[in-house]
T-cell receptor, first 111, second 114 residues
Framework: SQELEQSPQSLIVQEGKNLTINCTSSKTLYGLYWYKQKYGEGLIFLMMLQKGGEEKSHEKITAKLDEKKQQSSLHITASQPSHAGIYLCGADENQGGKLIFGQGTELSVKP | NAGVMQNPRHLVRRRGQEARLRCSPVKGHSHVYWYRQLPEEGLKFMVYLQKENIIDESGMPKERFSAEFPKEGPSILRIQQVVRGDSAAYFC????????????FGEGSRLTVL
């Protein structure tokens, strides 16, 4: 079955700095989803990527999917304390709607 | 415009008791997914249901765990004879259909087994 590996596992950055989180799949991705989870809360949808080479942005967050559709990156520009949380990438394993998730990247932003 | 509603948000059980977790999907959504998040681990898929049908239960433990999504009412994840290792956050998500893009997640139900 498909596996997703995220790196780094945790990240501490100074407010205002840029950062990148990576998500690598063992198989070609049909769809790649980025979610954010705050401690003790549910998951908030950020972005979905489906086409090789696709790039999407929302406010200061940009997500890309490589041409081979096996790797995605999430880039945050000028990080703020509100960006802190756990970022999870999820993949649609077989176009059946079920998502599998990476282990998450815990982001802390120091004021 | 309610999202996915899960209850209870927190549940404490003693070993051997039963735990029932409920999930009401977004109105109009017919697909429900249950995930488990253990401490220090990622989100693990458990089961995928449509109304009255289990579509994929490949992530469900073989014993003590069951799920249903009846024609009327919420989806229920039932854990019988709970053990300490069942302590986790259980998340429900819904979608309107197959390959329908994002899943809408509830806030989760946190089960603690004493």
């Amino acid at each position: 079955s498909q596996e997703l590996e995220q790196s780094p596992q945790s990240l501490i950055v100074q407010e205002g700095k840029n950062l990148t989180i990576n998500c690598t799949s063992s198989k070609t991705l049909y769809g790649l989803y980025w979610y954010k989870q705050k401690y003790g809360e549910g998951l908030i949808f950020l972005m979905m990527l489906q086409k090789g080479g696709e790039e999407k942005s929302h406010e200061k967050i940009t997500a890309k999917l490589d041409e081979k559709k096996q790797q995605s990156s999430l880039h945050i520009t000028a990080s703020q304390p509100s960006h802190a949380g756990i970022y999870l990438c999820g993949a649609d394993e077989n176009q059946g709607g079920k998502l599998i998730f990476g282990q998450g990247t815990e982001l802390s932003v120091k004021p | 415009n309610a999202g996915v509603m899960q209850n209870p948000r927190h549940l404490v059980r003693r070993r051997g008791q039963e735990a029932r977790l409920r999930c009401s999907p977004v109105k109009g959504h017919s697909h429900v997914y249950w995930y488990r998040q253990l401490p220090e681990e990622g989100l693990k898929f458990m089961v995928y249901l449509q109304k009255e049908n289990i579509i994929d239960e490949s992530g469900m433990p073989k014993e003590r765990f069951s799920a249903e999504f009846p024609k009327e009412g919420p989806s229920i994840l039932r854990i019988q004879q709970v053990v300490r290792g069942d302590s986790a956050a259980y998340f429900c998500a819904s979608s309107p259909g197959l390959a329908a893009g994002e899943l809408f997640f509830g806030e989760g139900s946190r089960l603690t087994v004493l």
